[in-house]
């Protein structure tokens, strides 16, 4: 309990000194963007199209999950927008790393395919659902760090205008799903649905620590860019 709360203040204290050097550079904020991009179109959005996917979700899981998929493709196309404003015009491949954690995950829930009546859709959307908590946690971040620099600047952002948009979605997106976890399955079924999301939460704690110190070099690497450019 305590290594976890160490692990998770480490990740949070690196990310927020990373946002925090983001401000005022292109590119460092552009990169920065582009992950978020990552989160949108790839974790977030592959997780929920899985969750539609699997066999016969109820009709009230499908038109739940249609609209935060119309919202998810709203959120990229306003993280690209602003990536264009920042003179960032493609986005890369998700990296590896983010692959190996998906496949972690996938690998980690195998063993519960079978352990719910409603089926594997309650697995699937257990990781649609770790998802989300986690945007709600990288969009309150960052919007914390852009507030505290317009408190102190006295001017509106124009990142966190869109960071603020997308985080009052995720917000939405993550109750949506945690209570639609909590309707699939049956009452006999809650303590392998507690030990399912434990698992997920799990593997993307075990990959945060590493993949702050990544966002924490990149970012660092294109602020100081940006800095030599401009003295
Ligand atoms: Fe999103
Ligand atoms: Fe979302």
Redesign the pocket.
Known sequence: MIMRELQRRAVDGIKRHALTMSIGSPRAEAHILEEYLWS?ESA?SDALRQTLGAAAPPRWLSKLLDRQLA??RR?AQLLRARMAELGAATARPLPAIARAKLWWIERACAPYAGSFAAGPVVVLLAIAAQFEAT?VRMFGRHLGVLEEHERASGASHPTAEVVRA?LA??RR?AKSCAAALERLVLDEERAALAELRERIATVDRSFGVTLALGFWALTATNALRDRGRAS
Do not use: V
């Open positions: 949108e977030e919202d998810e959120h945007g997308i979605d995720e997106h």
